[in-house]
Every structure is written in C-alpha cells, then in structure tokens.
C-alpha cells in the first residue's frame, strides 16, 4: 500500500509498506478521507509536542471497512475514534479516556491515517448514520471543539470568546452557539473572521492587532467581560494575553497546546475566582454529540472544507497549507 510518511520536519515521502493483518480485536480499513488539522501541520514544521519522527500523520478518517469485526461487516463506512486508550489506567477507569495516562493519537504518538489502509480496534469505530465521506472526516476536529465547550459548561446567553478561528475554534464556536452562548470570535486574521461571520453567523469578530480587544469585549458585553474563554491557537502569547479578559467567575478552557509556560498575575486571576482547564481530545460522548448535531443540521461541515486535493498530491501541495495567504480552513484529501 502506498503510506506517505513525515521522514522529519519539512520532509515528506511516500513508501510502499505491506497492507496490515489485523490482530485480534481490530479491522483493518481502506482509508477514503483524510482532513488535514494543526497537529498535522505543527507536526511537519517541528512544533508539534508529544511528536517523533519518522510519522505517518493523519487522524481525521473516513474509511471502508475490509475485515468484519464487531458489529462491522465488509464495505461498511466508518470514522473512528483515533485515541488508543489502555482502557486500565485511573483515566479510563473514571470515564476519561480522553486522557489516558498512555495514550496513543493516531499521527502522533503512533502511525496515522495516512495511507491506504490502517488497522484500528473494532471498539473505536463509528458507524456512518447515513453521512457523507466528507462530513465523517470532519467529526473529529469538530468533536475536539464540542468537548471543550463541554468542559466550559457553557449556559445559554453567557459571552463566549473563542480565541483563535482555526478549524478547531470554528468547532468551538459552533458547539457554544449549539449550547446557548453568544459568541466572540478573536483572531489576527480579517479574512478567517469574515469566514465566522458569513459562513458561522458570529455576531461578534475582533481583530487582536488592529482592535483595542479589552474595549471592545467591554462594548460587546455591557462592561462585564466573557465569562468563558476557549483557547484554540496554541500561541503562548494569545494564552497568556487571554487572563486579562476573564470576568469575574470566568472559565479558562485551553483546547490549544504549545510548549511553554503559561504566566499570568496571581492576585487578578485570584480576585476573580476563576477557574483555568486543560481539554484534552474527545470522549465517545463528544463524538455521539457532533453526529447527532450534523444529522440534525445544526452544523454544516460543508463550511469547513476550502481545499480538495488527491492523496499522490499531498507532499507537493503540503508545505503550501500553512501560509494565510492561502485561505486554508480544512483540506480534504481523497484516497480513493
């Protein structure tokens, strides 16, 4: 089988490896979607934590099934869950396997999706519920944003500033508005806030080089502040930046990731009793959310996807995706 792996930053090569066996307890799968997120492209830059190399990237799947297992049989479309949990651990014992203490994410700490075939455990697999190729490969990503949201605890009518509109923050402010909130979009490019505006309905978009953003989330709230924001950039900058926006009471979730320290001012983030949350991937929970909520139109995964490429043209067009000028939302790459 064809298999593109990321040799090392910057570097991407295609190999012929032999298609798997499944062991007991997995299904081999033919791969027919793939979306390219952050951690992909964190991943081929060398900014990617948790990451080795060489990797066959790719988590966000959508597949055929090739061998029965479960309540699976042959030509079935699947997506699957890409955390192999160890299903032993505190973590998974107490329904949070989301952060197993041994996690392995497909494309990061184990080989992804990224290739013709993969073997999974049957256990992690998602039956298709009548949606499209394209909308099963979009289910993770937008879990990711929906699990977040969850940690928050986001009530109707309460400010929600998501910083950063990536494909991760879109999610995210796609499941507060799911939940009630009023939205506030923060980001540093004007062509991905009008993306949240005309494709998302965000009432609220603000620049964070151009707009005074303390002002404005002020305007926007009557004086009071968001009482929850959603980190989803990944920037240490854009974290630490976000404490000085908190209400009083305020919630902190960080679904972004990067590698250094967080600093902020004790006595200001004590006064307020807030309360500051890591959200790490999605429960099965987070999943069953999202299905239901493209089943019932809530969300158009249609929005997402700005880019179409076949899976021979991934290493060529790769190193393209991450510059802005290219309006990148999500890629979608076919495999068959």
Not at 6 to 19: M, Q, T, W
Not at 225 to 243: E, H, L, R, W, Y
Not at 323 to 336: A, L, R, T
Request: net charge negative; aromatic share 6%.
């Amino acid at each position: 089988m064809k298999t593109l792996i990321c040799k090392e930053p910057g570097n991407l090569v295609y190999s012929d490896l032999a298609i798997p066996e499944p062991a007991n307890g997995n299904t081999l799968l033919r791969v027919r979607r793939i979306g390219i997120c952050g951690t992909d492209l964190h991943a081929f830059g060398g900014t990617q934590p948790y990451f080795n190399y060489p990797r066959v990237l790719g988590h966000e799947l959508a597949a055929e099934v090739v061998t029965p297992g479960g309540d699976f049989k042959p030509g079935d479309i699947v997506t699957l869950i890409p955390y192999l949990n160890c299903q032993t651990c505190l973590a998974c014992r107490t329904g949070k396997p989301n952060c197993c203490a041994n996690i392995k994410v497909l494309g990061v700490h184990t080989d992804g999706g990224m290739a013709e075939y993969i073997e999974v455990p049957t256990r992690l697999l998602l039956p298709a519920q009548g949606l499209s190729l394209d909308e099963l490969a979009l289910v993770e990503p937008l879990a990711i944003g929906a699990h977040g949201i969850r940690r928050a605890g986001v009530q109707k009518d309460e400010f929600v500033l998501v910083v950063g509109a990536g494909p991760i923050g879109l999610g995210a402010m796609e499941f507060a508005r799911i939940a009630g909130g009023k939205v506030i979009a923060l980001d540093i490019n004007d062509q991905r806030l009008n993306f949240c505006k005309q494709k998302l309905k965000v009432d609220h978009t603000i620049n964070a080089i151009t707009d005074d953003v303390v002002a404005r989330l002020q305007e926007i709230t009557g004086g009071d502040m968001p009482t929850v924001i959603i980190d989803a950039t990944g920037s240490q900058k854009a974290i630490n930046n976000a404490f000085q926006y908190m209400a009083h009471g305020a919630r902190f979730v960080l679904i972004g990731l990067q590698k250094g320290d967080i600093s902020f001012s004790h006595p200001e983030f004590h006064k307020r009793e807030a309360t500051l949350m890591s959200s790490r991937n999605a429960t099965h929970e987070d999943f069953d959310h999202v299905l239901s909520s493209m089943k019932n139109n809530l969300v158009d995964p249609a929005n997402y996807i700005t880019h179409r490429v076949k899976f021979d043209e991934v290493a060529h067009d790769f190193p393209t995706w991450s510059d802005p000028v290219n309006g990148v939302i999500k890629v979608m790459v076919e495999v068959s």
